[in-house]
């Protein structure tokens, strides 16, 4: 399984990757511009990640566009509705309107807000249909 985790915070991403990295490989983008452009590379070479944890509020380009230009490329390689990636929007808003966006803009598949909790990531990551088996040491 290949996450990418899109976040400012080195403490949020580091323990993203911490609880993620024992069910897969995890790439780490440290704004929205570069979260994009790992995406696109990542189709590009035929091997798409299968979740994206994308914070809402970065630098340069915010998760919510960020979003929005994840599923412009997905639609441009011709990407149908059922093998888009999984994406979690994280944030430390507990906001409606941030949630509706990420929802209903976006086609987010899920929302979680900052304090990231283990069991909490996990469970939402299960939800989303994606099978979370250890890698062999």
């Not at 990542?42 to 970065?58: F, H, R």
């Not at 808003?93 to 807000?113: P, Q």
């Amino acid at each position: 399984m290949r996450f990418l985790i899109v976040d400012d915070d080195f403490d949020s991403r580091k323990l993203l990757q911490r609880i993620l990295h024992p069910y897969g490989y995890c790439d780490i983008a440290v704004d929205g511009e570069e979260g994009v452009e790992a995406f696109k590379t990542a189709l590009k070479e035929k091997d798409p990640y299968d979740l994206v944890s994308l914070d809402i509020l970065m630098p340069n380009l915010d998760g919510q566009q960020a979003l929005r230009e994840i599923r412009e490329i997905e639609r441009e390689m011709g990407i149908t509705t059922d093998r888009v990636a999984k994406v979690i929007m994280v944030s430390n808003l507990d906001d409606t309107r941030e949630v509706h966006d990420a929802f209903f803009l976006g086609d987010a598949a899920s929302y979680i807000v900052k304090p990231i909790r283990k069991q909490v990531l996990l469970d939402t990551v299960k939800s989303l249909g994606l099978e979370l088996r250890p890698l062999e040491p």
